[in-house]
Structures are given as structure tokens and as C-alpha cells.
């Protein structure tokens, strides 16, 4: 077991200091920002999700893992859960450890909920927080190398071990069995970022996978069984695994940050490396009152990472979330970029030539930027040029939803309410987000989850 290999005097592992770290935290006294955050995670992820049982992938995923019987398995719960979410690709992430922690954590825990009814509202939204902390110190030190040079997708690699913490929370287990259950994800953990190139179904299968394997973790280790004491720092473990140029310093020294409050709430249905040019195009727009018709073209400015993401006519969903010019050509038509208008325009001709209007294109300043501080990957200036001859730029560094740039109040309730409407309508909606607020005074987690499931 994990934490009984390292006795005596031998020096506390990596392990062993996040095991502090997670020690620390208690709903009871977390800050109540953290609470609140934990909250907005969760309904954000559940409207998704609600949202994305729509599509034909996730009818057929639930399908694969039994149908109506998948609400008795908690793994195939989670998987179904987690994956169904991913596909709409407008779920949270975090900038310094990269991905989309909350499909894997906020699946395990409304899925263990469903499964062990007498777990409370705190407890889960416990094991939320504690989650965050967990993918985030992994994330944190793997990536961006990892997801750069590696092709490792850290939604499954560090979303498996966030998913053991929130699961070993709600199992109530100990801190012996919590490390061991953390150790054996992060030793089985994988998952590849191909598919964001040919389109494959890993790309959001990876999420669930990662849920999955947290959950059956958790309990594995509820029964003594668990993987390496250093399983991170080893020489044959998980940093030397995935990170060419991990953050070692930091791998050393995991301390608790509350990194929740670091995770960022998605507004457009594209990778994130693209949000900050829409919010640049967008602030232009609004400032000028600019239709579509008036614009002539449009240049994009950023580092090695947006230019990449410069492709034209995108042949399925996940190159269309990757393109910067059919993004910003959708959102310059609908003044939004969702999944259904991200679907429905991979056959529209109109958008793919105005799309050929948008470049994309280094810039050196930004590259500089890029290279002083690696989490802003994303940053973008953006030229955008009318019909009538005029010139408009705006500089955006971070993107809103960013602890630099905070969404107005109420944002994520309006997303939610949005995402909820075709499935469980207005005041079905209004009533759940409600339900997710006061979730700390429930008994009983799981139940509102459950109702709301058995409707979609």
C-alpha cells in the first residue's frame, strides 16, 4: 500500500505532502468563495451535461454501457456522465494545469452520490474541493509540456487521480487508503490528444474514462490495494511518464491554494485557446456596432500554440473546435459559438469562405509573453479591418472567465438556465440550479441528480 511503504526515517514523498495538503481542507472551513465556487463548478458541469444527452454520441454511449441500468453502476455512471459532458466542449478547465478538470470530477461525484444515499451535501461538495486541489498539483507540474510535446491529455492523467479524491471523500476513507487510491490512478492513468486532430471519439471519451477509473480506484483502495509510494517523483513514475519539462519545484512542494478558485468557466464551444480572440473580436463588435456584412477581414496575432489552431474548413466537430477562423467566423454570423452552430455549419459554404478572411499569424510580443509566463498560451491581438476602409484592434490576454477577468455576476446561472431549456425547461432548470445552491443542506445528495436523470 502506498502510504505503509513509507515508514521510518525515510523523507516524506510527494504523495505524503499532498496527503497534507488535502488534510487541510473541510467544507466546514473552507472559504466561503471556495464553497461558492464548488457550487458553480458543479451546476455548470451538470447543465452541460443536460445539454449534451442530446446528441446521437451520448444516446449511443449509454447505449454501450447498458441503457437504463447504467444508474446502478457508479463507473459506467461516470463514464457516461463525464464523456457526455465533454463533447460539447464548454466545460471548465484551468490554464496552469491545462484540460478540463470538472468533467471527471464533477461526474464521479454525482454519480457516488447516485450510488451511496446517505452521503450528504457537504461531503460531496467536499470531495469536489479537494478534487480540484488534486488534478491541479498534477496538472500543474506535467503540463504545459505534457500536453505540448507529449500529446498527453491531462483530462484523463490528472482527472483519474481528482476523481479518486472525490470518490475516497465520499467512501470516507482513510488517509492511508486515500493515497492509495490517488497512487493507482495516477499509475494506470492515459489518454492522448490526437483525436483533437483526426476527430476520433477519445477526445471525449478520455473524460469519462479518467472518472471511471478514479471511482474503481477508490474502491480497490478501500480494500488495501494501491500502487507507489512515489508514484510521482519516481523514476519510472507518472512526472517522468508524461512531462518532458516538468515544474519540479513545484512537484516537491504541493501546498494547499484553494486552486478551484483558478479554474476558469467556459463561454464558447471551442478549446480555449481561441477564447481570448473571440473575446478581442467581441469587444470590437460591441464597441462598434459592427454587423458581419461590414467586415472585410480579420488578422489574429498570438503565439506558436494559436497559430496552430489556424486551420481552414474543418472536416468534423473536433477540428471545427480547433479552427480560430471558423470560430470566429461563426461568431461574427451569430454573435455565439455553441455546439449545435458549430455542428450545423460543417456543410455551410457561406461560412467556410468567410472564414478564409481570418488569418492567423505569430507575433513576437506575445511570443515573448508566452515564453515569460506559459499559462497564457491563449493570448491573442486582433486587427479587425471593414468594408469602409476602417482598422479596429483590441490586445486580450487572458480570457474572461479567468481569475484576471471574472465573469459578471449571474453569467454561469444564465449558462446553466441555457443549457437546461431543451431538457428540462425553464422552470425545471430554474428549480435544479436552486437545488445545486442549497446542496449543502441536503441529507441526501444524490437525489435531485437522480430525478433529474431519469427525465433525460
Given at each position: 500500500?502506498?502510504?505503509?511503504?513509507?515508514?521510518?526515517?525515510?523523507?516524506?514523498?510527494?504523495?505524503?505532502?499532498?496527503?497534507?495538503?488535502?488534510?487541510?481542507?473541510?467544507?466546514?472551513?473552507?472559504?466561503?468563495?471556495?464553497?461558492?465556487?464548488?457550487?458553480?463548478?458543479?451546476?455548470?458541469?451538470?447543465?452541460?451535461?443536460?445539454?449534451?444527452?442530446?446528441?446521437?454520441?451520448?444516446?449511443?454511449?449509454?447505449?454501450?454501457?447498458?441503457?437504463?441500468?447504467?444508474?446502478?453502476?457508479?463507473?459506467?455512471?461516470?463514464?457516461?456522465?463525464?464523456?457526455?459532458?465533454?463533447?460539447?466542449?464548454?466545460?471548465?478547465?484551468?490554464?496552469?494545469?491545462?484540460?478540463?478538470?470538472?468533467?471527471?470530477?464533477?461526474?464521479?461525484?454525482?454519480?457516488?452520490?447516485?450510488?451511496?444515499?446517505?452521503?450528504?451535501?457537504?461531503?460531496?461538495?467536499?470531495?469536489?474541493?479537494?478534487?480540484?486541489?488534486?488534478?491541479?498539483?498534477?496538472?500543474?507540474?506535467?503540463?504545459?509540456?505534457?500536453?505540448?510535446?507529449?500529446?498527453?491529455?491531462?483530462?484523463?492523467?490528472?482527472?483519474?487521480?481528482?476523481?479518486?479524491?472525490?470518490?475516497?471523500?465520499?467512501?470516507?476513507?482513510?488517509?492511508?487508503?486515500?493515497?492509495?487510491?490517488?497512487?493507482?490512478?495516477?499509475?494506470?492513468?492515459?489518454?492522448?490528444?490526437?483525436?483533437?486532430?483526426?476527430?476520433?471519439?477519445?477526445?471525449?471519451?478520455?473524460?469519462?474514462?479518467?472518472?471511471?477509473?478514479?471511482?474503481?480506484?477508490?474502491?480497490?483502495?478501500?480494500?488495501?490495494?494501491?500502487?507507489?509510494?512515489?508514484?510521482?517523483?519516481?523514476?519510472?513514475?507518472?512526472?517522468?511518464?508524461?512531462?518532458?519539462?516538468?515544474?519540479?519545484?513545484?512537484?516537491?512542494?504541493?501546498?494547499?491554494?484553494?486552486?478551484?478558485?483558478?479554474?476558469?468557466?467556459?463561454?464558447?464551444?471551442?478549446?480555449?485557446?481561441?477564447?481570448?480572440?473571440?473575446?478581442?473580436?467581441?469587444?470590437?463588435?460591441?464597441?462598434?456596432?459592427?454587423?458581419?456584412?461590414?467586415?472585410?477581414?480579420?488578422?489574429?496575432?498570438?503565439?506558436?500554440?494559436?497559430?496552430?489552431?489556424?486551420?481552414?474548413?474543418?472536416?468534423?466537430m473536433a477540428q471545427a473546435q480547433t479552427s480560430v477562423p471558423y470560430a470566429v467566423a461563426l461568431f461574427l454570423k451569430y454573435g455565439e459559438v455553441s455546439d449545435d452552430l458549430v455542428h450545423e455549419n460543417l456543410r455551410n459554404e457561406a461560412i467556410m469562405a468567410f472564414s478564409e478572411r481570418v488569418s492567423v499569424e505569430k507575433d513576437a510580443e506575445i511570443i515573448k509573453l508566452t515564453e515569460k509566463d506559459k499559462s497564457l498560451w491563449g493570448a491573442a491581438r486582433v486587427e479587425l479591418y471593414t468594408t469602409d476602409g476602417r482598422m479596429f484592434t483590441e490586445t486580450k490576454i487572458t480570457p474572461d472567465g479567468d481569475p484576471e477577468t471574472p465573469l459578471p455576476e449571474g453569467t454561469v446561472r444564465?449558462?446553466?438556465?441555457?443549457?437546461?431549456?431543451?431538457?428540462?425547461?425553464?422552470?425545471?432548470?430554474?428549480?435544479?440550479?436552486?437545488?445545486?445552491?442549497?446542496?449543502?443542506?441536503?441529507?441526501?445528495?444524490?437525489?435531485?441528480?437522480?430525478?433529474?436523470?431519469?427525465?433525460?
Amino acid at each position: 500500500m502506498a502510504a505503509e511503504k513509507n515508514t521510518g526515517t525515510m523523507e516524506p514523498t510527494c504523495l505524503d505532502k499532498l496527503m497534507d495538503v488535502l488534510d487541510q481542507i473541510a467544507y466546514d472551513t473552507a472559504p466561503a468563495p471556495v464553497t461558492a465556487k464548488a457550487k458553480e463548478c458543479l451546476a455548470d458541469f451538470f447543465g452541460i451535461f443536460c445539454e449534451g444527452t442530446r446528441k446521437q454520441e451520448a444516446k449511443d454511449l449509454r447505449t454501450a454501457l447498458g441503457g437504463g441500468s447504467i444508474v446502478n453502476d457508479a463507473e459506467d455512471m461516470a463514464f457516461w456522465m463525464g464523456s457526455t459532458a465533454r463533447m460539447l466542449d464548454i466545460d471548465d478547465g484551468h490554464r496552469f494545469a491545462m484540460a478540463h478538470p470538472g468533467v471527471a470530477i464533477n461526474s464521479t461525484a454525482i454519480a457516488m452520490a447516485a450510488a451511496l444515499p446517505d452521503v450528504s451535501g457537504k461531503i460531496l461538495l467536499e470531495g469536489v474541493i479537494k478534487a480540484y486541489e488534486v488534478y491541479c498539483y498534477q496538472g500543474r507540474v506535467i503540463n504545459p509540456s505534457a500536453y505540448l510535446k507529449r500529446g498527453v491529455d491531462a483530462t484523463c492523467i490528472c482527472g483519474s487521480g481528482a476523481a479518486a479524491a472525490a470518490a475516497g471523500t465520499m467512501l470516507g476513507l482513510s488517509r492511508a487508503q486515500m493515497a492509495d487510491a490517488i497512487s493507482l490512478s495516477a499509475s494506470l492513468a492515459g489518454g492522448l490528444n490526437q483525436s483533437a486532430i483526426d476527430g476520433s471519439a477519445q477526445k471525449f471519451l478520455v473524460a469519462g474514462w479518467g472518472a471511471k477509473l478514479g471511482i474503481a480506484a477508490a474502491n480497490l483502495a478501500k480494500y488495501g490495494m494501491g500502487g507507489p509510494c512515489r508514484v510521482f517523483e519516481g523514476r519510472l513514475g507518472f512526472c517522468n511518464a508524461f512531462a518532458p519539462d516538468p515544474d519540479l519545484a513545484y512537484l516537491d512542494y504541493p501546498t494547499l491554494c484553494w486552486d478551484i478558485l483558478n479554474v476558469y468557466i467556459k463561454m464558447y464551444a471551442c478549446v480555449r485557446r481561441i477564447h481570448a480572440t473571440l473575446d478581442a473580436v467581441k469587444a470590437i463588435v460591441e464597441r462598434e456596432g459592427l454587423k458581419a456584412d461590414a467586415v472585410q477581414r480579420v488578422k489574429v496575432f498570438g503565439s506558436q500554440f494559436l497559430y496552430d489552431a489556424g486551420g481552414y474548413r474543418p472536416k468534423d466537430m473536433a477540428q471545427a473546435q480547433t479552427s480560430v477562423p471558423y470560430a470566429v467566423a461563426l461568431f461574427l454570423k451569430y454573435g455565439e459559438v455553441s455546439d449545435d452552430l458549430v455542428h450545423e455549419n460543417l456543410r455551410n459554404e457561406a461560412i467556410m469562405a468567410f472564414s478564409e478572411r481570418v488569418s492567423v499569424e505569430k507575433d513576437a510580443e506575445i511570443i515573448k509573453l508566452t515564453e515569460k509566463d506559459k499559462s497564457l498560451w491563449g493570448a491573442a491581438r486582433v486587427e479587425l479591418y471593414t468594408t469602409d476602409g476602417r482598422m479596429f484592434t483590441e490586445t486580450k490576454i487572458t480570457p474572461d472567465g479567468d481569475p484576471e477577468t471574472p465573469l459578471p455576476e449571474g453569467t454561469v446561472r444564465r449558462k446553466f438556465l441555457a443549457h437546461t431549456q431543451n431538457t428540462l425547461g425553464a422552470a425545471g432548470g430554474g428549480a435544479l440550479w436552486d437545488s445545486i445552491q442549497a446542496l449543502d443542506g441536503e441529507a441526501k445528495a444524490g437525489t435531485a441528480f437522480l430525478q433529474t436523470i431519469a427525465k433525460l
